[in-house]
Every structure is written in structure tokens, then in C-alpha cells.
């Protein structure tokens, strides 16, 4: 048969289909192949029935030899090991020039190594995340392309045509950079993700919790909060939630237990700020509190025994629920300015070009966490392109200047009354910490010289010059020169 499809894509599980029924639907020859080939006579003769410009393919050969040469081949399979192994599959049968996509959520660095392992075998790679779950998928994910930077012409128009798009028309897809910089942006959206579910959470509690709302009150609460400068799908589909009842008239979430999964990311993303030295607290207090939840006999043996207050409220209640709206705006702020942090930091230590402004409007739509609010980290750095921080730019320092007094009343009552808070904490304990002329780390350093003689800078000296105090008359002058605690 003569070569006529466009593209190919492998693994036919909800998000493969979804993405093969919608570049159909943009207008590209589609080949679908699955590992266990009885999906794929189920796949066309159930939601892909009736589209002649979607073909199956039985085996890797057959799938191959109905594709346009260079060869696109996108993998929508299970992270880890079964992408090598369907590379090392695909490889006998492809030629220098075509191109293998994993649109899967694989850690970066394995797609650093499978750019160069297929680089050095004349092929090409990208590694892309795909945000926006199912319905994305299907009618217009987020995508975070990268890879090998000839392949992008190759994929530019199937990737940007199927995309989501922002109010203006804009694809939510562009070109990330080299290498692993594709699955790395995925991994920060997903840190990111992490931190606005739980700052949510935090808010759901204080409100049920705090001001005693039941879920109607709750739900007109986010339904009007999503009206405004936290309109955002997750704050959207929480007003979903706290209204939807199941078919005996009872609110499904009560009936929900309280113990939270995660997949890896959230704890990806905080393992490599520890590798790059980058204080991303507010992700890494939402992984905690998931693996909090998860403790949940413990908890409750916990329970019967330690005791602290009760939520007592007294006051003006609305003012206290405008205080819990301001307290998630400015804990937002800095979960966006701590992700934005790292992917600066990242993209010095590999080498990456990254657009901070379009990472921002890739984001825009599609993916689980588009919200208005990326219109204004766009205008950020559409206005100084070397911002440091999100915190230093006019919109958000000014923001983050009328949030601070209901942030500062949030996380004090919440502390007195003995409800959990940790992303609202973290965020204004990394405010409060990055507007500090002066940190108490001059102890700290004191001390790591005083037990391991590591050395110290100096006020009065130039930045680079290092010095070691005897502080007990016995351990001589010899510094520690590597080894480091």
C-alpha cells in the first residue's frame, strides 16, 4: 500500500485515542497501533468508526510502511521502560531522519539520553508533555515539545493545529527547547499543579472548618471566586465538586477519603529544586501533606491522643472569607514565582533557551492549570524578558502589597486554631525570607565552621574570599576544603 498517513501513534489507552480522533479531526492521515492488537479493531470500529483517514495498523512493520517518509511516530505509553522498549522495537524498521515522539509523562532525564541515543543513530526525538487530561486530548491539549531541534519543523503544524488556544487564537504549543526541556516544563506544570490543589484544599478546609459553610455556601463561594483574579479551571471544577450529589441526594465529596495519591511528578519537580539549590517550598510542602494524607491510621490513632483547639471563629465573617481569597491569590503568586525560579535555574544548568513569557501561554489553555492569571506572568515578562522574579515585577509586587495584611490574618488564625495550613505558610515564610536584606545564616555558617571547619565569607570582605575561625584554641588552622554537611 502506498504510504499515506501523517503520523502514527502507539498505545490506544483514553489519552492515545483522544489524540488520534483530534488531529483526524484537524485533518491528518492517522496509522493507530497497540501492543495487544485487539484494541486497535476495537478502537475502529468503535469511536474511531466510520473514519476512513484513520488506519490500523496489526504490527510495527505494517504500521511503518504506511507512513510518509521522514516517519513521525508519537508513543503514548506508560513512562519508564516500555518507551526504551518500543524505541529499541521501532529501530530496525525506521531510517536516519524519521522521528519517534514520547508524549507520555517521562522524567526529563531520560529524555535527555533518548535525544542523544537516536541522535547518534541519525534519527530524531522529542520528548513533549501533554497537559489537560482526556477532554484536552480529545479537543485541544497544552504541549510541551522538545527534543532534537529539527524535528520541531517536522511536527510544528500537527502539534499547533490539534493544541488548545488561547482567547486570541494562540496555539497553547510551542517549541521548548533542546533535549529533556519538553518533559521538564510537563514536570514544573505538574509541581505547579500540586501547589494550587493543595492551597485549594487549604482554603476548603478553613471555610468548612473556620466559618462552618456547608458545600452549597462553599460552592457559590468558589463559583464567585472564579468570577475574578482566580478564575482558573481547578478553582472551576472545585465549585463542580462541592455541589455534585450523588443519586441519593448526598454530596459525593463527604463520602470521599481523605488519603491523596500522586504519580511523581510533584516529587520530581521538588527533588530537582534540591539538585539546583532552589527554595520551590510550596511544591514540596503540597508533596508532604499528599503523603500526610496518606497516613491515615495513623492519623486517626493520632487523634485520640493529641490534642489542640478547636476552631472558635469570632468576627466578621466575610471579611475573613475575603481574607481566605486574598491568602490563595498571594500564596498563588508565589507558587508560580518559585516554578518560574526553577526553569531559570534549569535552563542555565542544561544549557536550554526557554521563553518564559510563552512557557506562560502555553499554559494559558488546555492544561489542568490554565487560568487568567498566566495572562498576567506572559505581560511579565513580555515587559522585561530578564525578570529575575515574578515577585519584582509592578503587577505582582503590587498584588502581593494589598494581599499581605488578609495572608498574614489567615495563617495567624489558622495556627491558633490549630487547622493545617502548610502552603500557606510556606508561601509567606518564602516571602517573608526573599524580601530579607539579612537572614540568620550567618549562625549557621558560624556553626558548620565551629564542628567542620567549612569556612565563611565575610561582611567586610569581597564575595569569593573564604576564612576559618578557631573558636576553641584546640582544633588548629586547617579548613575543610571538600567535604561538605
Not at 484494541?39 to 504506511?66: H, P, Q, W, Y
Request: hydrophobic fraction near 40%; glycine fraction near 10%.
Amino acid at each position: 500500500m502506498e504510504p499515506t498517513a501523517d503520523i502514527a501513534l502507539i498505545g490506544l489507552a483514553v489519552m492515545g485515542q483522544n489524540l488520534i480522533l483530534n488531529m483526524n479531526d484537524h485533518g491528518y492521515t492517522v496509522v493507530a497501533f497497540n501492543r495487544t492488537v485487539s484494541k486497535v479493531d476495537e478502537f475502529l470500529n468503535d469511536a474511531a468508526k466510520g473514519r476512513k483517514t484513520i488506519i490500523g495498523a496489526r504490527s510495527v512493520e505494517e504500521m511503518v510502511s504506511l507512513l510518509k517518509r521522514p516517519r513521525k511516530i508519537m508513543l503514548m505509553v506508560k513512562a519508564g521502560q516500555a518507551v526504551d522498549d518500543f524505541i529499541e522495537q521501532l529501530l530496525p524498521h525506521l531510517e536516519p531522519g524519521d522521528l519517534i515522539i514520547d508524549g507520555g509523562n517521562s522524567h526529563f532525564p531520560d529524555s535527555i539520553r533518548r535525544t542523544k541515543y537516536l541522535e547518534s543513530k541519525g534519527m530524531l526525538f522529542i520528548g513533549t508533555g501533554v497537559s489537560g487530561g482526556e477532554e484536552g486530548a480529545r479537543f485541544g491539549p497544552s504541549m510541551m515539545p522538545g527534543g532534537s531541534p529539527k524535528a520541531w519543523p517536522l511536527v510544528k503544524d500537527i502539534f499547533q493545529s490539534i493544541a488548545a488556544k488561547t482567547p486570541d487564537g494562540s496555539p497553547c504549543c510551542d517549541w521548548m527547547g533542546e533535549d529533556g526541556a519538553g518533559h521538564y516544563v510537563k514536570m514544573v506544570h505538574n509541581g505547579i499543579e500540586y501547589g494550587d490543589m493543595q492551597l485549594i484544599c487549604e482554603g476548603y478546609q478553613l471555610l468548612k472548618e473556620g466559618l462552618g459553610m456547608n458545600n452549597q455556601q462553599m460552592h457559590d463561594t468558589f463559583t464567585e471566586w472564579n468570577k475574578g483574579e482566580l478564575d482558573s479551571y481547578l478553582i472551576e471544577i472545585t465549585s463542580d465538586i462541592l455541589a455534585y450529589k450523588d443519586e441519593k441526594g448526598a454530596y459525593v465529596l463527604d463520602e470521599i477519603l481523605d488519603t491523596a495519591g500522586q504519580k511523581g511528578t510533584g516529587k520530581w519537580t521538588s527533588e530537582n529544586a534540591l539538585d539546583l539549590g532552589m527554595p520551590v517550598t510550596l511544591i514540596g510542602e503540597a508533596v508532604y501533606a499528599r503523603c500526610l494524607s496518606a497516613m491515615k491510621e495513623a492519623r486517626v490513632e493520632a487523634s485520640k491522643l493529641l490534642k489542640g483547639p478547636k476552631f472558635q471563629f469570632s468576627g466578621d465573617r466575610a471579611a475573613f472569607q475575603e481574607d481566605i481569597r486574598q491568602a490563595l491569590l498571594a500564596s498563588k503568586i508565589v507558587s508560580y514565582a518559585q516554578g518560574f525560579m526553577l526553569l531559570r535555574e534549569a535552563a542555565h544548568e542544561f544549557h536550554w533557551n526557554l521563553n518564559y513569557g510563552g512557557i506562560a501561554l502555553v499554559w494559558r489553555a488546555g492544561c489542568i492549570i490554565r487560568s487568567a492569571f498566566l495572562s498576567k506572568i506572559k505581560e511579565a515578562f513580555d515587559r522585561n524578558a530578564n525578570l529575575s522574579n515574578l515577585l519584582l515585577d509592578p503587577y505582582f509586587t503590587a498584588v502581593i502589597e494589598r494581599c499581605q495584611n488578609s495572608w498574614r490574618r489567615v495563617v495567624a488564625r489558622a495556627v491558633e486554631n490549630g487547622v493545617p495550613v502548610p502552603a500557606f505558610t510556606t508561601a509567606l515564610a518564602f516571602y517573608d525570607g526573599y524580601r530579607s536584606q539579612r537572614l540568620p545564616a550567618n549562625l549557621l555558617q558560624a556553626q558548620r565552621d565551629y564542628f567542620g571547619a567549612h569556612t565563611y565569607e565575610r561582611i567586610d570582605r569581597p564575595r569569593g574570599q573564604f576564612f576559618h575561625t578557631n573558636w576553641t584554641g584546640k582544633g588548629g588552622s586547617v579548613s575543610a576544603g571538600t567535604y561538605t554537611v
